[in-house]
């Protein structure tokens, strides 16, 4: 049997190998870096638009957080998130809020979005607010906090409302329905103008005093 002489790498031959695979991560490194770097450019100043798929209190949260004019939110078909403790979630100006469902569908379908009671200082601050002009909002149901028609509390406004939409333009709200929001499902003031509240399933928003669907204020309107 023919016994092979061990294998022999110089010290100095076997430095250079290393180095030179030391060399070829650091470039591979900087590549990577540098297809980052110009797709993120790239984001930015071509105005890509993002679309994010939102399914709990959490997710959605976050989307409204990071959303910008020109992104589309799309909340999963069929979810029910409870938003109670969530009360002045901001839609940025320029933005999509979106069911993940097909026009047509039944009702029953689209994501459920609600509240169990009203939170905050004031027991009349909305679900949802405009944050910004040019906001979309489509194939969502939208839940209040009691179906019953209850009393008026003296000096308070006991209600709840659904969106609003304070001083911002040309809000669109469509194929959603709106249901059991004690003051309003949904209410533009301060000269919220050019809106526009069409194809939605608005019913049983009640309360001794209250209870309207749509509530124009001051120097506002919608079609």
Known sequence: MTVKPPLRIKTAELSHHVGKLAECKMIFRTAIIAITLISLCSHLFSGERQSLRVWSQETLAAALNQAAAGDTIKVAAGVEIDLTDYAGLVIPGGVTLIGEVDLGQDFSSYPLLYIRRVTGKKSFEPLFIAGGDNIYVGRIRFQGDNP??????????????????????RMTIEYCEFFYWRYSAIFFDSFSRDNRVSQNFIHHNRQAGLGYGVTIGIGSYAV
Request: proline share 9%; glycine share 18%.
């Open 148 to 169: 019953d028609i209850g009393e008026v509390v003296p000096n308070r406004h006991p209600g709840s409302v659904g969106i609003k939409s304070k001083g911002y333009q």
